[in-house]
Every structure is written in C-alpha cells, then in structure tokens.
C-alpha cells in the first residue's frame, strides 16, 4: 500500500483561471476527505465523501469550489475563477471502517500547494 | 463548533531534553489524533487516541476524554523531532462526517 496519492505537488495559475487537483486514496478506504491549509494555520476541513457521496461540505467551501468522486475511488477538487486568496495547501485524507470504532483513523496525502499570482 | 487549544505554541530544546505537549478540546471526541507535520508539508500519523494511553518508541500519549485533554510527550529529542505537532478531534455525534478539527499547532525546534 502506497498511502494516498496527490497531484500535482505544487501548481501556480493566474488570478481568475480554473484548477483542478487530483486525490487518489489509500486502496479500498471508503471515506475520502479534503482539507485546506494556510501558513501558521492547522488544516480546515472542506468536504467529505463517503464511496461516491459527497455528505457534508463546510462554510468554507464556496460555490467556486466543487468536488467530485466517480466510483468511489479517486477524487478532485476544482476551484473556479481562481482568488489570491485561495493560495493555500490542500489536503487529502481517506480512513475505513475499524471494528468497534465510530470515526476512524485518517490518512493524509502530501498536498497540492498552489499558489494564486 | 468544538475549539481546540494546543499549548505551548512554540518549544526550543536542546537534542535529549523531553517535552509535554497539551491539547484541549472543549466538547466530547469519538477521535483524536496527534500528527507532525514535515517541513515538506507532510501530516505524518503518530497516535490515534480517543482514549487511553499509547506508546510508540519515543513517543507516548494520553487522552483524559472525561477532562477533554490529551497530552503528548516525546523523551530523548532528537533534530528530526522538529517541525509542528497537530492534535486534531473528531466531536462526538458527526460520526466522522464533519471532518476533523485541528488545533493550531506546537512548533517544537530542537537544537543540536
């Protein structure tokens, strides 16, 4: 087992143009997570998939952001109409069911920093 | 929201002194977990602890769950220690869906 995967490292783009980035989890983890992070910050959750169901998405994610997860497996995040302040690090994380646990342990990939010029 | 507090934010040390970090969480937790963070970025997993106590080496956690703290230590530092310690919880009731809340961070620099 590899752990989970991201990609690109690192991206920089223009203030109004589209990215998208990559998450592939850890095999066979149902549950796939994304976080953003900013210098001095801890990680800020953003949005969670159980399979291929987007649950819950945070106040931080706007409607500039969308994420997706076909079949369950890999997943991206895309952000439109690109911010200065989306220069962030993003995060993917995935964890599967333990016996006798009600949340299970998470497994962080090693981000996306992008940087918005 | 829960709050999570992390103290000291900031830990100089000298290579072989031991340290206590405190995180403090203000509601009830079905997860808690400590990570360290690289200076490349990387979360790197050092306890899953809802509850209990745990040891991995150097390293060793408790988590009071009834007193909503957990406490992370590390003996014998070495230079490869530094970089930042997150704990971050999962509240009680979300089952996992809303993700976990962080802390803000022990920035700990051990020095040769």
């Known amino acids: 087992d590899t752990g989970v995967s991201q990609d690109p490292r690192h991206k920089i783009t223009k203030r109004g143009q589209n990215v998208t980035f990559r998450c592939d989890p850890i095999?066979?983890?149902?549950?796939l997570y994304w976080y953003r992070q900013t210098l001095g910050q801890g990680p800020e959750f953003l949005t969670y998939?159980?399979?291929?169901?987007?649950?819950?998405k945070s106040r931080l994610l706007s409607d500039r952001f969308s994420a997706e997860r076909p079949k369950g497996s890999f997943s991206t995040l895309e952000i439109q109409r690109t911010e200065q302040g989306d220069s962030a690090m993003y995060l993917c994380a995935s964890s599967s069911p333990k016996a006798g646990h009600i949340t299970y342990e998470q497994y962080f990939g090693p981000g996306t920093r992008l940087t918005v010029t | 929201g829960i709050q999570v507090e992390q103290s000291p934010p900031d830990l100089i040390l000298q290579e072989g002194a031991n340290s206590t970090l405190r995180c403090n969480f203000s509601?009830?937790?079905?997860?808690l977990q400590w990570f360290h963070q690289n200076p490349w970025g990387q979360l790197i997993n050092l306890f899953y602890i809802p509850s209990g106590t745990k040891q991995n080496g150097r390293l060793s956690a408790t988590t009071v769950a009834t007193e909503r703290y957990s406490l992370l230590y590390i003996s014998s530092s070495q230079t490869t220690d530094s970089g930042v310690y997150f704990c971050a919880v999962d509240p009680e009731g979300g089952g996992g869906a809303d993700g976990l809340t962080f802390g803000k961070g022990t920035h700990l620099i051990i020095q040769p």
């Open positions: 998939f159980q399979n291929e169901a987007q649950l819950e």
């Open positions: 095999s066979e983890h149902n549950r």
């Open positions: 509601d009830s937790v079905n997860n």
